[in-house]
């Protein structure tokens, strides 16, 4: 199985920024060919993407959701299995739990961590 372990999350002012991790652990976690990414869920809304990064052997493929673009940047360590998303220019509609991610063969998530913008 795999373990998630997230941190990072906390409050910040709009403009602001945050940077969030998660380390990835167990026996399926390689550097090659799997997903690692943020999901976020926000109070009385449906859960939803914020940006994944794919292990494709010697090159990464990042996808990001519209509302974050030019704000968000993933980035992996495969060493480490570790994930990172720097989050900047916060807007109080990013506030939402925030949801590691991990793909291979099928879906895991780690348990969320709270990411709160004041205006």
């Known amino acids: 199985q795999v373990q998630l372990v997230e941190s990072g999350g906390g409050l910040v002012q709009a403009g602001g920024s945050l940077r969030l991790s998660c380390a990835a652990s167990?026996?399926?976690?390689?550097?090659?060919?799997?997903?690692m990414g943020w999901y976020r869920q926000a109070p009385g809304k449906q859960r939803e993407l914020v940006a994944t990064i794919t292990s494709g052997g010697n090159t990464n493929y990042a996808d990001y959701a519209d509302s974050v673009k030019g704000r968000f940047a993933i980035s992996r360590d495969n060493a480490k299995n570790t994930v990172y998303l720097q989050m900047n220019s916060l807007k109080p509609e990013d506030t939402a739990i925030y949801y590691c991610?991990?793909?291979?063969?099928?879906?895991?998530w780690g348990q969320g961590t709270q990411v709160t913008v004041s205006s």
């Open positions: 167990g026996s399926i976690v390689s550097s090659n060919f799997n997903t």
């Open positions: 991610y991990f793909w291979k063969f099928r879906a895991y």
